[in-house]
């Protein structure tokens, strides 16, 4: 792979009696683009390796410039484990270099279920208090979690004080000290184990150039996406920056000094700094998008909005990402494996032999259904006899008219 693609990092681990444990790669075409100008923002997942020797998939996924998947990197593991999680993210470390980067997971098993069974009361207590959780994960102010967290002691004190102690810091957008562009799930990650929910059943040579095949098509298909955008950024931002266009029309903007504008908006007074991209309910510094109120003060002094775009969103971003050059490995005159067990070349030229992973059952029924976020929206389902929602013609006990 190095070979073929020089810059890719590929790393092997193996036993000290030659048994596959560890491989992580990252094709160079996946680093530069990162690099380059995709946003700092990196999901990692882990997915069951389904083939003959079992294992896990580990991934790291970014965003490019559409908010479209971008493989970074990925590994295949014998285990599961601390050790294994350590590994791989010390080599992603050094793929990423010094790119300050956001790294979004699953929680910790113990923190799978993000409302405890116990702290809820049947299935409307439970929608209840997601709605508090919601709440408080997703508001931008920090006056917007204090509200939150006030309502949901007066509901449910328990509940409170287990969010206190889960270290709101990391998951909380008020909370959090860095910029993570709304991104609050490992949707995208997720994503990345179904795009290859097939491969995994297959052996690790196979999967690693299906991987490469599929990694290739994917790439391909994005940079043709990019070229048909209408303007120079794409298509979901402009429809949301029209959105905060039409919004911002009927607030009231006052120049103030150095940059600063204030806004009104009914008995609401905010602040919006132009030169440094910042607005008191921080939509703009939090995403990169100008919000309502920052779109009200670009209009308002005749400036083109998309220019107060962060750059992440734009063409030229996206043309860096996709940039980079990707080939396929020649297999034409790949190594053989001969009756005797030795790996050897059409020339008789003998290579290191390396063994399968050692394998071992995992007890219980092996789970293949993700856990997912509980703040991921769910669809809702409509009965197409009454067409009333939360459940289906089959369940339906409703009286027809």
Avoid at 231 to 251: L, M, S, T
Avoid at 266 to 290: E, F, K, S, Y
Avoid at 334 to 355: A, H, W, Y
Wanted: aromatic share 10%; net charge neutral.
């Amino acid at each position: 792979m190095i070979a073929t693609n020089p810059g890719s990092s590929v790393e092997l681990s193996y036993s000290d009696d030659d048994h596959f444990e560890k491989l992580f790669i990252a094709h160079s075409i996946s680093i530069e683009g990162f690099v380059r100008g995709c946003q700092p923002i990196i999901a990692i997942d882990s997915a069951y390796m389904s083939g003959p020797y079992g294992g896990a998939l580990f991934s790291a996924t970014a965003y490019d410039a559409n908010d479209s998947m971008f493989p970074l990197a990925f590994g295949v593991m014998s285990s599961e484990n601390y050790e294994d999680w350590l590994w791989f993210l010390e080599k992603l470390k050094i793929v990423v270099g010094n790119k300050e980067v956001i790294i979004i997971s699953d929680r910790h098993p113990t923190l799978l279920r993000s409302v405890p069974e116990h702290n809820t009361r049947g299935n409307k207590g439970k929608e209840n208090a997601l709605q508090f959780l919601y709440s408080i994960a997703y508001g931008r102010l920090e006056h917007d979690y204090n509200v939150s967290m006030f309502e949901l002691q007066k509901y449910n004190e328990a509940l409170a004080t287990w969010v206190e102690e889960n270290a709101p810091h990391h998951w909380a957008m008020s909370k959090f000290p860095k910029q993570r562009w709304d991104k609050m799930t490992t949707n995208l990650a997720e994503s990345f184990n179904a795009w290859l929910q097939i491969e995994r059943h297959h052996s690790i040579c196979n999967f690693l150039l299906e991987h490469m095949s599929k990694l290739a098509s994917t790439l391909v298909k994005h940079q043709e996406e990019s070229k048909n955008w209408k303007w120079c950024i794409r298509p979901k931002i402009e429809a949301k920056v029209q959105e905060n266009i039409a919004k911002g029309a009927v607030y009231l903007v006052t120049p103030f000094m150095n940059g600063v504008f204030r806004v009104c908006i009914g008995r609401a007074l905010l602040n919006v700094d132009i030169l440094n991209h910042t607005c008191t309910c921080r939509g703009w510094q939090m995403l990169g998008i100008p919000c309502e109120h920052a779109t009200a003060v670009i209009i308002s002094i005749g400036q083109n909005v998309t220019d107060f775009i962060d750059d992440c969103y734009k063409y030229p971003m996206q043309e860096l990402i996709y940039g980079g050059s990707f080939s396929s490995i020649e297999t034409h005159d790949m190594p053989t494996v001969d009756d005797d067990g030795l790996v050897r070349s059409i020339i008789g030229e003998v290579f290191f032999s390396l063994k399968p992973p050692h394998t071992k059952c995992a007890p219980g029924r092996p789970r293949k259904k993700r856990i997912e976020s509980q703040f991921q929206d769910k669809r809702t389902v409509y009965c197409s006899r009454c067409h009333m929602s939360d459940h289906n013609r089959k369940t339906c006990k409703n009286p027809l008219p």
